[in-house]
């Protein structure tokens, strides 16, 4: 048994335990045993001919466990790479998915470019919403909220890694703002409805349900950050939302009934609707 066999072993595991297709599971395999070992893909390349001592295959085989098991690949590695980063993340936030990153290219896109911006993420989980803005606009006023003491203290310590300050707030929605105005509210919140399939496949059992669903529709949290905005957004401020790819029509409607203007849903790279932006007077 040499490491090559160790990775031919992990990749047949991981390919019928959770369906992946071959090259998928290669790529975890890959991944996998790289992280049980401490070591690259090119040391793995270099060594494969070696032989593992018995406590690496064991170390390789309990990682292994752990995602046949159905344990998401960000959550063993403790991070997950959003908008060209790396941030921390645990089971207490939300995994940061690729077509979040649709709302940080929008947002950037519509910040005011005067100085001292107030920006607010609203359910920031990882954070990697709020800091990417900071560190990729200098001298923005970030504020991130989260009802969720652990998932904002995952936030703060990735805004340590990040070296860039920011608010974090611990609130529901914006129960502890008090009167604080910003130029732009962006969120990515709890949209899957309740009863959705989808809610049990793949990494999604494994990580908050409350980041996840909300309500029959996947409505209500949307519903409350709309209604709620006005009296958070300075003159001309930007709301921008992600949201389940069946609910553009509805978060459009939501938004021009609290009298947003020029509202548009935007595509993610799947050509699905995945985010609906607005801006007041
Ligand atoms: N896009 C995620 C999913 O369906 C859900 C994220 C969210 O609810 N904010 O997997």
């Given at each position: 048994?040499?490491?090559?066999?160790?990775?031919?072993d992990a990749e047949k595991r991981l390919e019928s335990a959770l369906h992946l297709t071959r090259r998928e599971a290669r790529l975890e395999a890959r991944v996998l045993v790289g992280y049980a070992l401490g070591v690259d893909r090119a040391w793995l390349v270099g060594h494969g001919g070696d032989t593992p001592t018995p406590q690496q295959a064991?170390?390789?085989?309990?990682?292994?466990?752990?995602?046949?098991?159905?344990?998401?690949?960000?959550?063993?590695?403790?991070?997950?790479?959003?908008?060209?980063?790396?941030?921390?993340?645990?089971?207490?936030?939300?995994?940061?998915?690729?077509?979040?990153?649709?709302?940080?290219e929008a947002a950037l896109e519509r910040l005011p470019l005067r100085s001292a911006v107030r920006v607010l993420d609203l359910g920031t989980g990882t954070g990697c919403i709020?800091?990417?803005?900071?560190?990729?606009?200098?001298?923005?006023?970030?504020?991130?909220?989260?009802?969720?003491?652990p998932a904002l203290a995952v936030a703060m310590e990735n805004a340590s890694l990040c070296g860039v300050s920011i608010h974090c707030v611990l609130g529901d929605w914006y129960s502890d703002l008090g009167g604080q105005r910003f130029d732009m509210i962006v969120s990515n919140p709890p949209y899957v409805s309740a009863s959705d399939p989808h809610l049990a496949r793949g990494d999604l059992p494994w990580?908050?349900?409350g980041a996840l669903s909300a309500g029959a529709d996947g409505m209500v949290e949307i519903g409350r950050i709309v209604a709620g905005a006005p009296a958070h957004l300075c003159t001309g401020g930007w709301l921008l939302l992600e949201h389940g790819s069946?609910?553009?029509?509805?978060?459009?409607?939501?938004?021009?009934?609290?009298?947003?203007?020029?509202?548009?849903?935007l595509a993610d790279l799947a050509g699905l609707p995945r985010v609906t932006l607005g801006h007041l007077h």
């Open positions: 048994m040499d490491f090559s066999d160790l990775l031919g064991s170390s390789v085989a309990a990682l292994v466990a752990r995602r046949e098991a159905g344990e998401p690949v960000a959550y063993i590695l403790g991070e997950r790479e959003f908008y060209g980063r790396m941030f921390k993340v645990t089971p207490d936030v939300l995994i940061p998915r690729p077509e979040t990153e649709l709302l940080v709020a800091l990417t803005l900071a560190l990729e606009r200098a001298g923005l006023d970030v504020t991130a909220v989260d009802r969720s003491a990580e908050p349900q069946d609910q553009g029509d509805a978060v459009r409607q939501c938004l021009a009934t609290a009298e947003f203007l020029e509202t548009r849903t």
